[in-house]
């Protein structure tokens, strides 16, 4: 390897870090617990930022990286679109046999205490309320299980999910006529359960895929929904595809695959590169932008953390009903991709300074009064 290898790389981090607006790229060690871990902080020019902490056995150093800047980025879109007062941040742990994790989570604390504010932890894969508990031990900026926390953050986000399909079938149809659809969840943890048991309760036809085996005798026992062989889903015909596993799985072969009219659900950066958004289009599948509908979880977490109040789910339902419906009208208005258009927002917002606007939503509404910039003694 040639002395200058690793400089080599953290160039290129720069100059990404640079071109996508970054502000801060933490890389942690610790020798005793083995944790090797990515804090990237994204944007904090509307509010600290939020972020969970992901625990994936990552391929390789890079691959961590890229998921670290790629969803601290999303988070910081997501939360200017939903008019939350914060930016993105994520965390990776690389997983590896060896890691001590009650003492990698502490590590991980500490570490966010040091940051004073400026970074939220909260759940995300392979990271629930148990190994936040250990984050908790060092600091108090993590949101916390119970009287302590928000609520249930996964209810929050399918709240928001449901929200955003029910928005995309009353565009493209002027109804949601829940008992007449098929909706393909792919992906039946935190989110995906809820989901499907929210679906079936209105009659709609659910079909599910997992790869966990366990997961799916649990709902062969508990829940109503037809078995597809994990991979098969894609190809399923249905009003639609709700992708709630992992990201970068529409790609140019799957888009071809897919028999849906919609695509919405809450996984993270379900599109592999950008330009698949109009490869969907293309093949006259609506998608609904991910960081349009999947802010339920930062939307409670930040509001708990930044106004100490707990947002009920019928708040969340109607704001990312809201949101969403507003993308996809201005997308159909302008001819473009509700995609480009969710984007467009996002970033116009992030760039705008002053704090006036900071907590209106996409579609203009504001469900929370404002901080007032002028302290109303001053006034
Ligand atoms: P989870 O980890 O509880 O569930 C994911 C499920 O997908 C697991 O049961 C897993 O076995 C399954 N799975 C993984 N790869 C699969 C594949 N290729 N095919 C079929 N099944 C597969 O995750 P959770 O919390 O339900 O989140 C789902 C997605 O939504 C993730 O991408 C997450 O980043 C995103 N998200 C979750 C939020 C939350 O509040 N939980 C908030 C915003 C986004």
């Known amino acids: 390897m040639r002395e200058d290898g690793p400089f080599e790389m953290a160039v290129h981090v720069l100059d990404a870090m640079a071109r996508e607006g970054f502000e801060q790229l933490v890389a942690l060690h610790d020798r005793r617990s083995g944790l090797r871990a990515f804090l990237g902080i994204h944007d904090t020019s509307r509010g600290p930022a939020f972020g969970g902490i992901r625990r994936f056995a990552y391929r390789d150093e890079k691959s961590g990286l890229l998921d670290c800047l790629r969803l601290s980025r999303a988070m910081s879109l997501k939360c200017a679109l939903a008019g939350v007062r914060g930016g993105g941040a994520k965390l990776v742990v690389f997983d590896h046999p060896g890691l ?82 098929t909706v393909v969840v792919q992906g039946l943890g935190s989110v995906g359960w809820r989901l499907a048991e929210r679906l079936r309760a209105l009659g709609t036809r659910v079909l599910a895929a997992d790869l966990d085996d366990s997961v799916r005798d649990r709902a062969r026992a508990e829940l109503d ?28 072969l799957s888009i071809q695959r897919l028999r849906s009219l919609i695509v919405c659900g809450a996984a993270n950066n379900p599109l ?98 404002p901080v007032p910039v002028v302290p109303d003694e001053a006034r």
């Open 100 to 181: 001590d994790l009650a003492g990698a989570y502490r590590h991980v604390g500490r570490c966010i205490e040091e940051q004073s504010g400026r970074y939220y932890a909260g759940p995300d894969v392979g990271t629930g309320w148990t190994e936040l508990a250990w984050v908790a031990e060092r600091t108090d900026y993590v949101t916390q299980a119970g009287e302590r926390g928000p609520g249930d953050l996964a209810a929050a986000t399918t709240a928001g999910v449901f929200a955003g399909i029910g928005a995309a079938l009353r565009h493209l149809d002027g109804e949601e006529a829940w008992d007449r659809r």
């Open 225 to 252: 929904v037809e078995w597809l062989a994990p991979g098969s889903e894609l190809e399923a015909p249905c009003d639609v595809f709700a992708p709630c596993a992992m990201g970068g799985l529409l790609h140019d």
């Open 272 to 369: 592999a590169r950008s330009y698949h958004a109009a490869l969907l289009e293309e093949r006259g599948i609506l998608y609904v932008p991910d960081i349009a509908v999947n802010s339920g979880a930062v939307i409670r977490g930040a509001e708990f953390h930044l106004q100490g109040r707990r947002t009920t789910l019928e708040e969340i339902e109607s704001r990312v009903g809201r949101v969403v419906a507003h993308v996809l009208r201005t997308a159909r208005a302008e001819g473009r991709s509700p995609f480009a258009v969710a984007h467009r927002e996002a970033e116009r917002r992030l760039h705008e300074t002053g704090a006036a606007g900071d907590d209106e939503a996409a579609d203009g509404s504001r469900t929370v009064a």
